[in-house]
């Protein structure tokens, strides 16, 4: 049995689903506001429980082999947060694991995960893998650059599908392996009873390390016209995205993330998607 945690999620519920599709036996753990009813529908066996209470996942991982966790409370309200979610509720679901004797988990990071990040997402990502890597379960850590579906989604392609300026924080010439969230679920499930995916740590980006500025250019060249865009300073205002979205978007515009996506894609059997089809396959016209 494998336990989902996150699974009402957008990721976690794009892995739920393809679990499912396998005839897998899959858990998941949901609140009691979150709707989950189709994941039931599709034959998931829903366990109530938080990541904020602990004997709700000493109970839910009973009988469990394997979790995938997705679990974020970033797009969520106070009183999940960082603190109780990502840091406290992630170290009471590695005690339940160990007590269950669970067998693996795969836990879901991020590349830009560092423990002396200044980005208290970052940095609590990072923590949390740490302490799973010393827990003495069998763990693997996913680690995906930026998805493409989220960030370009909202910087580039709203706008620029709307007409309206794409507004990006810095220079916008910052290249990162902008990935799709459906080949980062293709990745969670492929590690799942896969001895290739045991006590690893699997960074995970797409083909290409591609910038905002890029993006903007693809869209430019799949709509045949031009996309006005402009950047901001960090930590000024950019219409429509909250604070922790700047924040993100800042910390992207620090570095360049590289990566050389191709053997492990190959090893995981995962087709990686390009930004342009991607961006191509929101533009219908653009495909004929
Ligand atoms: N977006 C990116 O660019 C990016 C890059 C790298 C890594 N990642 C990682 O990829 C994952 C994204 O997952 P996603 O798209 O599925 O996230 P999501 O759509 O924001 O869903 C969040 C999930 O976490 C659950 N959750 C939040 N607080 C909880 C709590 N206290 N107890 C139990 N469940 C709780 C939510 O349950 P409810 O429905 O009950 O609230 C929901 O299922 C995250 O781990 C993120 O860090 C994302």
Known sequence: MILVVGAT???????????????RNVRILVRPGSNYQPLVKLGCQAVMGDLKEPASLRAACAGIDTIVTTAISVTRM????????????????IDA???????????????????????PFAAAKALTAERLQASGLTWTVLA????????????????????REVVYVGGGSRVHQFVHSKDVA???IACV?????????????????????????????ILGRPVPQRGVA???????LPPTVLEMLAGFDAFDSRLDTAPLAAEFGVDLTSVEAWAEGLVPAAAS
């Open 234 to 240: 960090p930590g000024g205002p950019v219409p429509g």
């Open 97 to 119: 694991a160990r007590t269950a004797g669970v067998r693996h988990v795969i836990y879901t990071s991020a590349l830009m995960g560092d423990t002396r990040s200044p980005i």
């Open 186 to 188: 293709a990745f969670a």
């Open 193 to 221: 009873d896969n001895p290739a995916a045991l006590n690893r740590f699997i960074p995970i980006g797409g083909p290409a390390a591609i910038s905002f500025r890029d993006a903007v250019a693809t869209f430019e060249r």
């Open 9 to 23: 999620g957008s990721l976690g519920g794009t892995i739920a689903r393809g679990l499912a599709a396998q005839g």
């Open 78 to 93: 106070p009183p999940d947060t960082i603190e109780t979610v990502e840091l406290a509720g992630y170290a009471s679901l």
């Open 144 to 163: 995906p650059d930026a998805f493409m579906d989220v960030w370009l989604a909202m910087v580039v392609a709203a706008p620029a599908l709307q007409g």
